[in-house]
């Protein structure tokens, strides 16, 4: 069964840094999404990415956080100047369509920033 | 009125009970509401969906109930088996043309079923 992967599965960083997170959506999927966890947290939206652009975001994607789909399976994102409360699990996900459609989530990158 | 409420915050249940979770929403431009079942270290997955046109689907052990009205809706889980044990996170998005589908989160109920 297709997955959406993530790289790495874990990253520790020291504030300031930049980090980036690498996820490869399902082969024919449309739509990508970034979440994030903070431990014992729920689930938040980030930010949607449709036909090479930034659809929507939320409020915590600030200038510091970037998206790319550098190739045409590879959909990153780029933390420029990493905080401390930056640390969190970030998620990767994916949808054929809006919809009717579930979405696919890959396994995660928990971000360590020290 | 982005938010959505999920309760309890943990759960056990003993095998074979019933095992309740609810939400609450405020936007009323919600049309999709689905469940995710996550275990430690691994990423939510879908467990089952309902739209608003319907107030009640099932899927084997898994049922949800959706009162469009109360702007509520609820996951039973059957049977609860100790296999069973993760955590649930209600969800709402909206699918509607010039939505994105982003899926706005409950803060999730961890579910432990006693053998």
């Known amino acids: ?114 | 009125q982005q938010q959505v409420k999920q309760s309890p915050q943990s759960l056990i249940v003993q095998k074979g009970g019933i095992s309740i979770i609810n939400c609450a929403y405020e936007n009323t431009a919600f049309d999709y509401f689905p469940w995710y079942q996550q275990f430690p270290g691994k990423g939510p997955a879908l467990l089952i969906a309902i739209r608003p046109d319907v107030s009640e689907k099932k899927e084997g052990r898994f049922t949800i109930s959706f009162n469009k009205s109360a702007k509520q809706f609820s996951l039973h889980i059957m049977d609860s088996q100790p296999g069973d044990s993760a955590t649930y996170f209600c969800a709402a998005s909206r699918e509607q043309a010039g939505s994105q589908g982003n899926l706005i989160f409950g803060k999730g109920t961890k579910l432990s079923v006693k053998p």
């Not at chain 1, 036909?51 to 420029?80: A, H, Y």
């Not at chain 1, 054929?96 to 696919?104: A, K, N």
Request: proline share 4%; glycine share 6%.
């Open chain 1, 1 to 114: 069964e297709p997955e959406v992967t993530q790289t790495p599965s874990h990253q520790v960083t020291q504030m300031g840094q930049e980090v980036i997170l690498r996820c490869v959506p399902i082969s024919n999927h449309l739509y990508f999404y970034w979440y994030r966890q903070i431990l014992g947290q729920k689930v938040e939206f980030l930010v949607s990415f449709y036909n090479n652009e930034i659809s929507e975001k939320s409020e915590i994607f600030d200038d510091q956080f970037s998206v790319e789909r550098p190739d045409g399976s590879n959909f990153t994102l780029k933390i420029r100047s990493t905080k401390l409360e930056d640390s969190a699990m970030y998620f990767c996900a994916s949808s054929v369509r809006i919809r009717g459609s579930e979405q696919y989530f890959g396994p995660g990158t928990r971000l360590t920033v020290t």
